[in-house]
């Protein structure tokens, strides 16, 4: 296969440890390493079953398979890293921040622990190449410089916590360093710390307490407000938000939810409206903030978003502070539009002493305190060591959140597949209609192998990925995804159809159907109201060849556009024209349609994203009747 033909999504589960590679090589293995040791069995892996390969590795664990791939493989020539844990006798865990006694004792029972906390950056460079794990919270950031520094000593970087955002993933993907997690274990402590802010900040609890100690006596001055009737506009109805919103619910306010991506029933389950952003932000009370920091959420409250809510709203961020642009909400907070703020995270931790927002006499703020209770601290370190001794004994863990490793063999046949999958994941989600809640999807792959010579998990994981990671900060791999959509609520059921074909082909076609949700393009929808999507690989290429019932060919790189009009003569070069005008180049393009002279759907591939006047323009075409724009 040619390097070319390896995309981007099929190289981040490429995951073989490069560091000796030859620089040709490395251009197709880039970038991402492995974790060695997995113990996952070959008949798990099943896509090797029948090969001469696989009759020889069934039931070898993965450790040993890789040493097979790897003395079979040129490209994979460097020697065995001397810090190889299989032959080492105890492992150095290095812990960098406060964790829980019962974790440490977890921990001692199987390395030699050493805990150093407050290291600057150059101290923890300096000690990171004597170690086999790192242990962090939020605290320490382990930068590339650590990477680097580690040697390729370090297999295992454990966060006890949720968030990730102060380890660099790629880096520790690409010097071959397992990243874990422990996100659930703190759930219940944000979202007590999320209650705890809301009710000392309606009744002044944090300022009428300065006020005493200052010798004051301001009865006066200190009168709240109270929650009993109030709406509570929860913005992320995750893990998190679901808690506050059943507590709130105990408080006697009335809870209203917005996440485009939750399952509506589980909403209902505790009497909780899923709305709109915008219903949201202009009928609550108090907005509470729990979706994660991703490009689309970041900075999301900000000067327009502020105007649109109540005046004398409250806010609460126990999430991340990046979602607010907090020189913003100072603003907000000065006009009064905003009357409170209780705010746990900060854009810059610690923010800086002089923070104008920090020093708001109407804004309560806590030092990223959402997890530390003692309860949530013993549970994430006794979550994050087993994780981290699971991974250092070379078991596949659930919580991992950088890529696994898989075979090239596997790689080599399915990596056009594997982008594929990620595509049409990304395009489904992306036809889904905000507010309609997503809960179950559907891969029918047709393929003329039997279906014991195909393990779709790689492919499946792909989709999930394409589907979750432009809505949330969740990492996706072969690893995590089917435990990150059950956590999600997200059902995603598989099809094999088997096809009579005599191509060598592992797949033929593979078709996403989401149910029962809204679509931003009602084309994509097929009679009975599912969107359906679906592809297939031509030279190699993923291609999307069907919208909803209308046939289409257009290769999946760069970004989308999907139009439905009248089939009528001269759409096209109408269409072209708009966007060869303002420099939009069209990579590729293709009309199908149920039948002559009715309704058509153009699908054009441009490599630059078209702007909003440019987009309005090819909207204004008289036989144009719906359009979406997508990217890939
Ligand atoms: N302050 C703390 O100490 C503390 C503790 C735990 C978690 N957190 C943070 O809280 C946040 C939520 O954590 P969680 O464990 O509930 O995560 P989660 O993944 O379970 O929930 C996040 C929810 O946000 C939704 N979402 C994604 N994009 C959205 C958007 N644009 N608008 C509205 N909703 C959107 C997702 O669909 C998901 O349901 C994370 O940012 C996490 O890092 C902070
Ligand atoms: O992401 C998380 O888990 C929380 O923000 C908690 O961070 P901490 O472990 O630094 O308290």
Same mark, same amino acid.
């Given at each position: 296969m040619a390097t070319s033909s390896i995309s981007s999504a099929a190289k981040n589960l490429i995951n073989f440890s490069t560091r000796n590679v030859d620089s040709q090589k490395k251009s197709i293995f880039s970038k991402h390493l492995s974790f060695s040791n997995s113990s996952i069995s070959l008949q798990k892996l099943s896509l090797f079953k029948g090969s001469h390969f696989s009759r020889k590795l069934q039931k070898t664990p993965i450790s040993n398979v890789l040493e097979t791939v790897e003395s079979k493989s040129d490209l994979l020539s460097r020697t065995r890293d001397p810090g190889n844990l299989v032959k080492t006798e105890r492992p150095?865990?290095?812990? &960098?921040e406060k964790l829980g006694e019962a974790g440490l004792d977890l921990l001692r029972t199987f390395g030699n622990v050493e805990c150093s906390y407050n290291l600057s950056p !150059?101290?923890?460079c300096a000690k990171i190449s004597l170690c086999d794990a790192l242990i962090v919270r939020s605290g320490t950031k382990v930068t590339r410089q650590v990477f680097e520094a580690a040697k390729g000593r370090l297999k295992v970087v454990g966060r006890a916590g949720v968030g990730i955002d %102060?380890?660099?993933?790629?880096?520790? =993907?690409e010097f071959g360093c397992l990243v874990v997690n422990a996100p659930t274990a703190n759930t219940i402590a944000a979202a007590e710390h999320g209650i705890a802010l809301l009710a000392s900040m309606a009744r002044n609890v944090a300022q009428a307490d300065a006020s005493m100690k200052d010798g004051k006596w301001q009865r006066n001055k200190y009168v709240g407000v109270s929650l009993v009737g109030k709406t509570l506009a929860i913005m992320g109805f995750g893990k998190v938000g679901s808690e506050v919103a059943r507590r709130a619910k105990g408080l006697g306010m009335h809870v209203i939810a917005h996440d485009p991506y939750a399952p509506a029933d589980r909403a209902r389950a505790i009497g909780v409206e899923l709305v709109s952003f915008d219903q949201a932000i202009s009928t609550a009370d108090f907005i509470s903030l729990h979706m994660p920091l991703t490009p689309t959420t970041n900075k999301v409250f900000n000067d327009e978003t502020f105007s649109k809510m109540k005046k004398g709203v409250r806010i609460i961020n126990v999430a991340r502070g990046g979602v607010i642009d907090e020189d913003a909400l100072v603003r907000a907070l000065d006009n009064g539009t905003v009357a409170q703020a209780a705010l746990d995270v900060f854009t810059e931790e610690p923010p800086p002493k002089d923070s104008k927002l920090v020093q708001h006499e109407n804004v309560t703020v806590t030092p990223h305190l959402g997890a530390s209770t003692k309860e949530a601290q013993e549970g994430v370190a006794v979550e994050i060591a087993e994780a981290v001794v699971g991974a250092l004994r070379g078991e596949l863990s659930a919580t991992a959140v950088n890529a696994p490793m898989v075979p090239p063999e596997v790689l080599s046949e399915l990596a056009p597949y594997v982008s594929l999958a990620e595509k049409l994941g990304r395009l489904a989600i992306q036809l889904v209609a905000g507010g309609s809640g997503i809960? &179950?999807?559907?891969?029918?792959y047709k393929s003329a *192998?039997?279906? !014991? %010579?195909l393990? =779709? *998990?790689?492919? *499946?994981?792909? @989709?999930?990925?394409?589907? @979750?990671?432009?809505? &949330?900060d969740s990492h996706i791999n072969l690893v995590n995804a089917d435990f990150t959509a059950k956590q999600k609520g997200l059902r995603i059921s598989e099809e094999r159809v088997l096809v009579d074909s005599s191509s060598e082909n592992p797949i033929d076609s593979i078709q #996403?159907? #989401? &149910? %029962?949700?809204e679509s931003k393009f009602a084309s994509a929808l097929t009679e009975n109201g599912n969107i359906s999507i679906e592809g297939r690989v031509k030279y190699g290429i993923p291609h999307l060849t069907c919208v909803g019932s209308f046939g289409v060919d257009v290769s999946l790189d760069g970004n989308l556009i999907l139009c439905r009009q009248v089939d009528q003569p001269g759409m096209i070069g109408r269409v072209g024209n708009i966007l060869g005008e303002r420099n939009v180049n069209v990579s590729f393009m293709s009309v199908g349609r149920t039948a002559k002279r009715t309704k058509a759907i153009m699908a054009i591939g441009v490599d630059e994203e078209p702007d909003k006047d440019t987009l309005k323009k090819i909207g204004e075409v008289p036989a144009v009747e719906e359009f979406v724009f997508l990217e890939l």
């Open positions: 150095t865990i290095l812990v &960098s !150059d101290e923890l %102060n380890v660099d993933l790629q880096a520790a =993907t809960q &179950s999807v559907k891969v029918v *192998r039997d279906p !014991d %010579n393990d =779709t *998990r790689l492919l *499946r994981a792909m @989709i999930t990925k394409g589907i @979750i990671e432009p809505i &949330s #996403v159907q #989401v &149910s %029962n949700v």
